[in-house]
């Protein structure tokens, strides 16, 4: 397979198809993006130290095309660069970084989960992608202390959301949920590895419960505590799929021995409770199997996207599965070519 690369750091751009001085073959590439609010990273390095006059805040982007069309596997600045006589190495961290140094101090009413992240989002100096908007808080206040991605996580914690960057750096903030499978990997002719298991649960159902008696006895009374907590609290258990390899569903309303019970007072109606323990129980049961599988070099795949893994070899002849990558690692050399590790 035809096999190019893009780079752009500040104002220089390298690709192994230009002609000209932009063709300055790079000796590897390792990036590592994801889901979860760890800050995805960018390893790049040249062969020669006078190809790339880097310095720390360059704006960085990369593309792969392993003969499907170019895609972004990585986006951010540069955060490191160190040099030795025969090689430079250059490393770029997400813009995940730009919330992680940044403090936020604000005050929010009656706006969505999803506002106030992408205020956060905004005031580090990032880029927001799709941000789901999740319940409506009467009140919500972010301090300083803690930095504007915990906040941020703090929130994707709170109503089953997850904090995750794509390979052009946008920011998402949005509930997982079940789709087709956007890419299709075969044992023996795409992937070389895999390595899955099913994990003990540790949780089977959520129980949240919020704060105030807005759900009972109207918004003007939500600073009273009531001593009835079904206005303010909802319920979800996980059933399990047909076999341990499939996504479970979700079933509201009840709970099962392995309860997680949630209280947190942004929340005030049993509606918001409800929705938010369904949507955590949605998380659980999306991800039946945990692991990784090494592949040949596909840049298409981005965190948050549904694969289909095709005759995997198993005790009862061969079996697919689906599941959703969590975490995409591209690992390009002149030695090993390109290596697509996904992380469920």
């Known amino acids: 397979?035809?096999?190019?690369?893009?780079?752009?750091?500040?104002?220089?751009?390298?690709?192994?198809?230009?002609?000209?001085?932009?063709?300055?073959?790079?000796?590897?590439?390792?990036?590592?993006?994801?889901?979860?609010?760890?800050?995805?990273?960018?390893?790049?390095?040249?062969?020669?130290?006078?190809?790339?006059?880097?310095?720390?805040?360059?704006?960085?982007?990369?593309?792969?095309?392993?003969?499907?069309?170019?895609s972004p596997i990585f986006t951010g600045e540069v955060a490191q660069v160190r040099q030795r006589a025969g090689a430079q190495w250059i490393w770029a961290y997400d813009d995940l970084a730009k919330l992680a140094r940044t403090e936020v101090e604000s005050a929010y009413e009656e706006v969505s989960a999803g506002f106030i992240v992408t205020d956060l989002v905004d005031q580090a100096g990032a880029e927001a992608g799709d941000i789901e908007d999740g319940p409506t808080f009467p009140s919500y206040v972010v301090h300083r202390g803690p930095r504007a991605l915990h906040h941020a996580l703090r929130l994707a914690r709170l109503i089953g959301a997850e904090l995750a960057v794509d390979g052009e750096g946008k920011i998402h903030f949005r509930r997982p949920a079940a789709a087709a499978a956007a890419h299709r990997l075969v044992w023996a002719e795409d992937l070389i590895e895999i390595d899955l298991g099913a994990h003990a649960p540790v949780r089977d159902s959520f129980a949240v419960f919020g704060e105030g008696a807005a759900g009972t006895e109207g918004a003007e009374r939500g600073h009273w505590l009531p001593t009835d907590l079904s206005g303010v609290s909802g319920q979800a258990a996980v059933q399990a799929g047909a076999t341990a390899d499939e996504a479970g569903t979700v079933s509201a309303g009840s709970t099962g021995p392995l309860v997680?019970?949630?209280?947190?007072?942004?929340?005030?109606?049993?509606?918001?409770?409800?929705?938010?323990?369904?949507a955590r129980a949605q998380r659980v049961a999306l991800r039946p199997l945990a692991g990784h599988a090494l592949a040949l070099g596909r840049p298409a795949i981005q965190p948050g996207d549904w694969l289909e893994l095709a005759a995997l070899p198993g005790a009862n002849g061969e079996r697919t599965l689906s599941l959703r990558a969590l975490r995409v690692i591209h690992q390009l050399s002149n030695r090993g070519g390109l290596l697509t590790r996904v992380e469920f």
């Open 260 to 278: 997680r019970t949630v209280l947190d007072g942004a929340l005030r109606s049993a509606e918001d409770a409800g929705d938010v323990a369904q």
């Open 1 to 70: 397979m035809a096999l190019s690369y893009d780079i752009t750091i500040g104002a220089q751009s390298y690709s192994n198809t230009a002609v000209g001085p932009e063709r300055r073959p790079v000796l590897a590439i390792d990036s590592d993006i994801g889901i979860g609010g760890s800050v995805g990273t960018c390893l790049i390095e040249f062969g020669d130290i006078t190809w790339a006059d880097a310095t720390i805040g360059d704006p960085v982007s990369v593309s792969l095309d392993a003969g499907d069309g170019a």
